[in-house]
């Protein structure tokens, strides 16, 4: 189940690794072995209460392991645990987070960013809000009504005023309302998401970026999920025109925490205009002696911070470069015909009816039933009965007039449907497909009545 070989590999790195303070006076490690593997042990029978997040039948939340490469660079690392905060505290760490980020902005087509790696896509967003705020003092922060709930609860901690923009029937930012709301000439910063966190769409890029052209907001996009899709080449035509437009934004943060293969703890956020780093200016009695070269905790609101999550992106990147012809880029793609398949399978079946195309790799499909109450309760029966049978699905809750724009003779007596949604995230998505579909229709059986 769980490969030992990366173990071997963490092996010899770590001897490798020791080469480099082989001057130093030897020190004795004073921790009980044996006590250790006990509680090892006991972690272990704790930890099997999770749900199987690393294995393709789970095919729910967006959860997928970190790649190996990245779960052993993190390990390696962890002997030192530099601290990237300053150059102090984590000094080739630092390096190679200047680096990681870079060709993470390489590949959103920006040569010379302004980012840094932080705790998730919402640190990233609520930097990149604050950082807007100051552009534009006084001003509105709008985003999508499917935008992440992130957006909302950071504007109020930042004290910006919020609005949302509703949403078409396709689960878009619709441009008629957002157009609307500029005319008011209050708005600040325009949200654009690109991969929604609950539907998986991506808003309409062009077209927002014509609106500011005209209206001169500040556009900040959050591609925490979606934002890896950019170097796939399998995306629908209009998607990728999304996707070629997110050079144009002022911000961008993407999580590769969520797509990119790497533990929890991995966000980033990128600046189109170096010159914001003026907002973090500070002045610290405490580090900052080593050197005059950039130290990372001058352009980043958090103070310390795992040197580790720079050097398992470092190596995972560097593994995997993020290149359209590169193996990484393969997975995506992957992704992206496991979902087209699964919704097509989908769309022939008696049992359900799916939302609209995926444009990444989520799912949404309503259970068939006679009215939007009964359709919501099969598809908490169904999610059941497939977690019984080791296939784990996830619920979403879809504002009705979307749901009734794919499925028309459906009674609606509801605001909402309660679908069933799947992350078909994992690169080994494709091959498991079949399985999947026969596991998800013999749920389906058994709630058929
Ligand atoms: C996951 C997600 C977030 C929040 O990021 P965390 O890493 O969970 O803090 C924000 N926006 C979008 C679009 C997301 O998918």
């Known amino acids: 189940m769980f490969d030992k070989r990366e173990i071997d590999a963490l092996s010899t790195a770590l001897r490798k690794m020791a080469e480099g303070f082989a001057d130093l006076p030897s020190v004795e490690t004073k921790v009980d072995f044996a006590a250790m593997t006990a509680v090892l042990g006991d972690v272990a029978v704790r930890m099997q209460g999770n749900y199987p997040y690393h294995h393709p039948l789970y095919v729910g939340q967006m959860l997928k392991p970190p790649h190996p490469v990245a779960r052993a660079a993190y390990a390696l690392s962890m002997w030192i645990n530099p601290n990237n905060h300053a150059l102090d505290g984590g000094r080739a760490s630092s390096a190679m987070e200047k680096e990681a980020v870079a060709d993470l902005a390489t590949m959103f087509g920006w040569s010379n960013a302004l980012g840094h790696l932080c705790s998730g896509g919402t640190m990233a967003n609520l930097e990149a809000l604050w950082v807007a705020s100051r552009r534009n003092p006084g001003k509105k922060v709008v985003a999508g009504r499917l935008a992440h709930y992130t957006h909302e ?77 950019i ?18 934004a002022d911000s961008i943060v993407i999580d590769p925490h969520k797509h990119g293969l790497q533990p929890y703890g991995c966000g980033c956020v990128l600046f189109k205009d170096m010159e914001v780093g003026a907002y973090y200016k500070h002045d610290s009695p405490y580090t900052y002696f080593s050197s005059s070269e950039l ?10 911070r795992p040197g580790a999550s720079a050097v398992a992106l470092w190596a995972t990147q560097r593994m995997l470069p993020m ?47 006679a009215s939007a109450t009964a359709s919501s309760e099969r598809a908490r029966s169904i999610f059941a009965a497939a977690a019984k049978d080791d296939l784990h699905l996830a619920l979403v809750s879809v504002p009705a007039h979307i749901v009734a724009t794919y499925w028309p003779d459906v009674v609606i007596d509801s605001e909402s449907v309660t ?23 013999r749920a389906a059986n058994v709630t058929n009545h």
């Open 231 to 248: 170097i796939a080449n399998e995306l629908e035509a209009s998607v990728r025109t999304v996707y070629d437009t997110i050079k144009q």
């Open 419 to 441: 679908c069933l949604r799947s992350c078909l995230m994992k690169p080994e998505h494709e091959q498991w497909l079949e399985e999947i579909i026969v596991r998800l229709a």
């Open 153 to 229: 609860r950071i504007s109020r901690v930042l004290g910006l005023e919020f609005e949302s923009v509703p949403a078409t029937e396709t689960g878009v930012m619709d441009i008629e309302a957002l157009n609307g709301l500029l005319k008011n000439g209050d708005v600040g910063t325009v949200v654009a998401t690109v991969g929604t966190t609950g539907l998986g769409t991506v808003d309409p890029l062009p077209e927002i970026v014509a609106l500011r052209d005209q209206f001169g907001f500040r556009l900040h996009i959050d591609a925490a999920y979606g934002g890896y899709f």
């Open 323 to 369: 290149t359209p012809d590169g193996e990484f880029a393969g997975s995506l793609n992957n992704c992206l015909r496991a979902a087209r398949t699964f919704w097509l399978w989908l769309l022939s079946s008696d049992d359900f009816m799916p939302l609209m195309e995926p444009q990444i790799d989520i799912v949404i499909y309503a259970a068939k039933a």
């Open 295 to 304: 130290h990372l905790g001058e352009i980043s609101l958090e103070c310390s």
